[in-house]
């Protein structure tokens, strides 16, 4: 995004950017973008809640123009409430070009339009939850600007929302399917430049008129900011789906009380920022004039200094980059396949095997991994960086109620304590790990490995040991394998979904070379969509296409696609029943 490098507008945007990912994953935007979305009842509705929308911004603008203490400002605020009319005086060309007629001229609010209608009004009334009324405590008219700046920032998010997920859903379609998109206006509308500039101009005024204010003023600026995305992503969850079944999100619209699911993943890079060997090694060397100055009989290796064991380390580092690279270079060196080729990619995988088997080889014999304390690997796992938001997914998976799943580690990592230890905070000890293990005596690593995992075939066979046990239950499963290296190819590919997560150009390039499809999983979902409201296939809507992998930047794209936001409704409504229920909550309102 277009966004001034250091505002503060952008920075709050990533921040709280993951809440936006479940707005994208939601049925009505996955509906929306594949042009399945029931256009009398679901998109009806959406519309007709934008006009609610738009006078609650035009009456905000107008609020904070009279806060405003500088006449620029001022007139900043009142092009944005112009800005916001324009937009009211076009509503109704839209709403007769989709050819609809709202039952009454006095169209009812939903729920989570008044949540956040009236949040917005309240904060550009001086209103702050958990605060005392701000313009009570307003000395002068220089400090009423801080009342602008709260309303700015309880509105940018909502332009740079819907500017952020109608482009993404413009980068998908495709040329043939633009000219007869049923949705196709609303789409161009908010992907415009003319829109992203309203998103702009919202933005750099928060910034400008955020620039005087204290830290404390500042942190009410960000949590008004977070509410509002929040309240935002809730209204779009809260949109009533019409009676075809949406593929999103998984755990909602399959009958988990007659299928299991089963979720897999790697550990290493998929869930951490680090990778396992170099943390292990790092521990050795910190660790190792701690043993000396103890005294402690340890092997010969751990009482080095740590400069030695930095050397050693890095010469077998060093090494294992540059012989895997080329490896990966012999292997796409031969001719690519035009087609998805399991059999060449299993025969090319194995030469990756023996080079892993090599290189732990290696490690042991150098003695690395002699010396290391069982509970100095342990610390050091408790305190180990997963990457955001995947400590939160597992933990929503575990604890939901509604689910029958098991999750499964499967790693190459060389110490099962370090996995078991970086996922023992938060309920997360009924993870299953997997893994090679450190051997100790008397709590200490000897430097041996016990093998258990080393090459992707092997890591393949630990994941049909999992389905075949699973299967022995009798239970209908669904398994999900998520993973972002190279050894994972096999298990990404043998899964009924396989989702590839982080940025291993190994993992593309190999894959490409052999007819791997890697699809981002958005665009995957979308085209799913589109294929299960053609062929009305919902009792098996989800039937694994050989050779395709979806990719995502994000833990919070997997928590989306799987879990959902936790305000979603699914509701399958009639277009005979739909303005009786809106009529209902307008009168709980």
């Not at 206006?185 to 928060?206: G, P, R």
């Not at 014999?365 to 002699?370: D, E, I, N, R, Y």
């Not at 970086?422 to 000897?446: I, K, M, P, R």
């Amino acid at each position: 995004m277009a966004i001034d490098e250091g505002g503060l507008a952008r920075r709050l945007w990533f921040k709280f950017r993951d809440d936006s990912v479940f707005s994208l994953y939601t049925p009505f935007f996955v509906g929306l973008a594949s042009a399945t979305l029931h256009s009398e009842t679901t998109f009806r509705h959406f519309i007709s809640q934008d006009l609610h929308f738009l006078k609650a911004f035009v009456h905000a603008y107008e609020l904070a123009e009279d806060c405003a203490d500088d006449e620029d400002d001022k007139n900043g605020l009142r092009d944005l409430r112009k800005r916001a009319v324009g937009r009211l005086q076009i509503h109704d060309t839209f709403v007769r070009e989709w050819g609809f007629e709202f039952p009454n001229e006095d169209i009812s609010k939903d729920i989570a339009t008044t949540k956040y209608t009236d949040f917005l009004l309240a904060t550009a009334s001086g209103k702050i939850e958990g605060e005392r009324s701000v313009l009570d405590k307003i000395a002068t008219p220089f400090e009423k600007t801080k009342v602008a700046a709260y309303t700015l920032a309880a509105l940018a998010p909502c332009m740079r929302l819907y500017a952020f997920i109608s482009t993404e859903i413009q980068g998908i379609i495709s040329p043939d399917q633009d000219s007869t998109h049923i949705y196709k206006s609303w789409i161009e509308n908010y992907s415009s430049q003319v829109f992203e500039e309203i998103a702009l101009q919202n933005e750099d005024m928060l910034d400008k008129l955020s620039v005087s204010l204290t830290g404390e003023e500042l942190e009410i600026i960000q949590k008004l900011y977070h509410q509002a995305m929040k309240l935002q992503v809730d209204f779009i969850a809260a949109q009533p789906i019409s009676d075809k079944q949406s593929v999103v999100p998984l755990s909602r619209v399959h009958d988990f009380s007659k299928r299991h699911l089963t979720i897999l993943c790697d550990f290493d890079l998929a869930c951490t920022a680090f990778d396992s060997a170099a943390i292990l090694a790092e521990i050795a060397i910190i660790t190792a004039p701690k043993a000396d100055m103890d005294g402690s009989d340890q092997t010969q290796l751990a009482r080095m200094p740590s400069a030695d064991l930095r050397s050693t380390w890095d010469v077998l580092s060093t090494q294992y980059t540059e012989q895997f690279e080329q490896c990966v270079e012999s292997i796409v060196a031969s001719e690519r396949v035009e087609e998805f080729d399991y059999e060449r990619l299993c025969s090319a995988l194995e030469q990756l095997a023996e080079f892993e088997r090599k290189a732990n080889e290696r490690v042991v014999q150098s003695g690395v991994l002699k010396g290391l304390n069982v509970e100095d690997i342990k610390r050091a796992g408790q305190s180990l960086i997963l990457q955001d938001g995947c400590r939160s997914f597992f933990q929503k998976i575990v604890k939901n109620e509604n689910l029958k799943t098991d999750v499964h580690v499967l790693s190459y990592c060389w110490c099962n304590d370090l996995i078991v230890s970086a996922f023992s905070s938060g309920d997360l000890n009924v993870l299953n790990v997997h893994s090679n293990e450190l051997v100790y005596q008397e709590s200490v690593t000897t430097g041996e490995i016990v093998k258990k995992m080393e090459s992707p075939m092997e890591k393949l066979q630990v994941f049909n040991d999992v389905l075949i046990d699973r299967r022995s239950e009798g239970n209908k499963h669904l398994t999900v394998y998520i993973g972002g290296s190279v050894g994972d190819l096999l298990c990404l590919l043998e899964a009924d979904i396989g989702i590839v997560v982080g940025s291993s150009s190994s993992l593309r390039r190999l894959g490409d070379h052999f007819g791997v499809s890697f699809v981002p999983l958005f665009s995957g979902l979308v085209k799913r969509q589109r294929e299960l409201a053609d062929q009305d296939c919902a009792s098996n809507w989800w039937k694994p296409l050989s050779g395709v992998l979806y990719t995502v930047s994000s833990w919070a794209e997997i928590q989306a696609f799987i879990l959902g936001s936790s305000k979603l409704v699914l509701r399958k409504i009639s277009m005979a029943t739909f303005w009786q229920e809106r009529e209902r909550e307008a009168d709980v309102i």
